[in-house]
Nanobody, 117 residues
Framework: QVQLVESGGGLVQAGGSLRLSCAAS????????MGWYRQAPGKQRELVAA???????NYTDSVKGRFTISRDNAKNTVYLQMNSLKPEDTAVYYC???????????WGQGTQVTVSS
């Protein structure tokens, strides 16, 4: 059974930092593209950052230079380091594991990030 368990969310003041973690089980973690998505109230879910099995990364423009995605295949964990947080970063953040050829697309339950001004 596949599980993605996020942690690290919370309430932080603008300009602060948080580190999200997502621990995966039930998949061959190292071959999956891992991503962080977020969904703010009344908005569509959007990709924040992703990292491939080859450690290539991409970010949505609004977080470039502030957020860093990384993965530790030995721990089956993906991280999102979020610095210089802004109120507009407030959302539920979701972890995603994807492998196109396997038809895999798994989601975590989400973790709330709230940035106060």
């Amino acid at each position: 059974q596949v599980q993605l368990v996020e942690s690290g969310g919370g309430l932080v003041q603008a300009g602060g930092s948080l580190r999200l973690s997502c621990a995966a089980s039930g998949i061959i973690f190292s071959i999956h593209v891992m991503g962080w998505y977020r969904q703010a109230p009344g908005k569509q879910r959007e990709l924040v950052a992703a990292i491939t099995s080859g450690y290539r990364t991409n970010y949505t423009d609004s977080v470039k230079g502030r957020f860093t995605i990384s993965r530790d295949n030995a721990k089956n964990t993906v991280y999102l380091q979020m610095n210089s947080l802004k109120p507009e970063d407030t959302a539920v953040y979701y972890c995603n594991a994807r492998h196109v050829m396997l038809g895999a697309d798994y989601w975590g339950q989400g973790t709330q990030v709230t940035v106060s001004s």
